[in-house]
């Protein structure tokens, strides 16, 4: 997404409660666990450490914004959830126009919300790692700290899931580096980018997101809305005029190249 201006909200929320090491702390030990042979314990005594699950086989460090639907199809981009109120009403507006699309998902929320995690892979969607904190600012900060915020996000997201894999890496305001970008992709994890930014995080109005979402679809294919981060409502209105519109202009719906 672009960088708005208070974008860091969950930054100041989650880290300033638990602090990102302690989510680490956290993900660390679901990441030893996960690792152990048919769930049982390590052979070796208790200082033994479990492997790591294997990670994704790697894909390109660039950034995508295609879509795999060819080239008169759009991608929908879902950021910052979940979120138990926003995130139904959009999966049902998806439901319902048959569309799926892609949800960028902040770690802690996919943590506190496992079954709307589950929910959006049972639907036939995609995830995608937004980090931890949403930290916009992020790519001004030290390889060890994006590592820990891109992993750990990863981790999290994997666990709630159930054991599907995020499948692309958006940095929080786009705030990617040469680092990030190929430490997403060594996951597995596609750099994901955008063309349209619907603007609807700063709440101007359902009309002033849909057009702006029509003036800018001349720009490329992938589209950016969230389901988190606030009152969502307008981004609802506006989903259920753009999803049939965008069916009426003869555009299908695809997921990012991977």
Not at 98 to 115: I, L, Y
Not at 164 to 183: D, E, I, M, N, W
Not at 240 to 256: A, I, N, V
Request: proline content about 7%; charged content about 15%.
């Amino acid at each position: 997404m672009a960088r708005h201006g208070g974008r860091g909200w969950y930054g100041r929320v989650i880290a300033a409660a638990v602090g990102v090491t302690a989510v680490a702390a956290v993900t660390s030990v679901w990441t030893a666990q996960a690792g152990q042979s048919g769930g049982g314990p390590a052979a070796a005594g208790a200082s033994a450490r479990p492997a790591a699950p294997k990670a994704a086989a790697p894909v390109s460090p660039s950034i995508v914004h295609a879509s795999d639907g060819g080239a008169h199809a759009v991608n929908i981009t879902i950021d910052d959830g979940p979120d138990p109120v926003w995130t139904p009403q959009v999966l049902g507006l998806l439901r319902d126009n048959g569309v799926k699309a892609t949800f960028c998902m902040v770690g802690p929320q996919a943590e506190a919300h496992p079954d709307l995690v589950r929910q959006v892979v049972a639907a036939g969607h995609r995830l995608c790692d937004h980090t931890v904190t949403h930290d916009t600012a992020m790519d001004h900060k030290s390889e060890s700290y994006q590592a820990r915020q891109i992993l750990d996000a990863e981790r999290q997201i994997t666990k709630a899931s159930g054991g599907v894999r995020p499948l692309y890496y958006r940095a929080p305001g786009g705030a990617f580096t040469p680092y990030s970008r190929k430490l997403a992709a060594s996951h597995g994890m596609r750099p994901l980018g955008w063309n349209v930014d619907s603007k609807d995080f700063e709440r101007p109005g359902s009309e002033a997101i849909i057009a702006t979402v029509k003036g800018q679809l001349a720009n490329g294919p992938t589209i950016l809305f969230h389901d988190a981060g606030g009152d969502r409502s307008q981004t609802v209105v506006a989903l259920r005029t753009l999803l049939p519109w965008l069916k009426e202009q003869g555009y299908s719906f695809g997921f990012p190249v991977r």
